[in-house]
DNA sequence: ATATTTGCAAATAATTTGCACGTAA
DNA sequence: TTACGTGCAAATTATTTGCAAATAT
């Protein structure tokens, strides 16, 4: 009963070798214009349906830009982690989840990475939702 | 030279009344919807021009949804501060910026927040970029 | 009077879907 | 062989834009 089976693809592997060659979010369009320059023969839906499929198994983060374009990071979470996003060039470190008041400076050491902003939020149940 | 001029018009008001009645953030077709619900008229791009225009001005603050979607908060920044947001009922809570180890508890207790999830981002600029 | 804002309809841009064909197992 | 994946073109959805008419100043 039930376990979907799955297969190994092509484009499949394409799309994860892009993802793995670089650590920065990209979008599936990105995705889609470097499969063409390598020239692997993929089509955008499949990039798509592909960045889906790794959503579902776990091995893909995403996060949507300021414009609501979706971005994706081959990312499979080993322990909870964060992410710095370097704004220049967009590369992406991974941050344990421990925040302080040291925080920025203690990344800056251990990272190399300079954060002069965050962001974060809180999910959860509110008081009157109890 | 140059400040522009402003022009307080009633779909601003409108608009600005819909976003300061509810503590959620709303994306521009609700918005639109509950103007409509309320009797007044306005055009759903007015509602995305508004909205542009708060943010601007800096009274409004945006979020992307999961699903690409954008939503508003009526939020002018006294202090910098986060937000504890209900996934069940939406309700936004302001967070100061202080991020310890008992987090959670100490919003529970002075918020009646119960947070079960968070997230955080950092943005500056890495090693290899300075 | 005139600069600014609005409404409407059409244009964009990202993403999804239906379906016939290709392919891994 | 057959369930699963892909390509293509068309459909959806959120958002933006051009322009003529309305409105705040």
Redesign the pocket.
Known sequence: MGA?????????EW?TSILAREPRFL???QIHERAKRLGM?????????????LLAKGGVTTR?QS?????YLLCAPAQHHHHAICRRCGRVDDVDCSVTDQFAQSLRARHGFNIDEHAMEFFGTCGDCR
């Open positions: 979907r089976a799955e297969y190994v693809t092509r484009p499949r799309i979008s599936a369009a023969r993929v089509s955008l839906s499949t990039v798509y349906r592909t960045l889906d499929h949507a414009d609501g374009e979706a971005t």
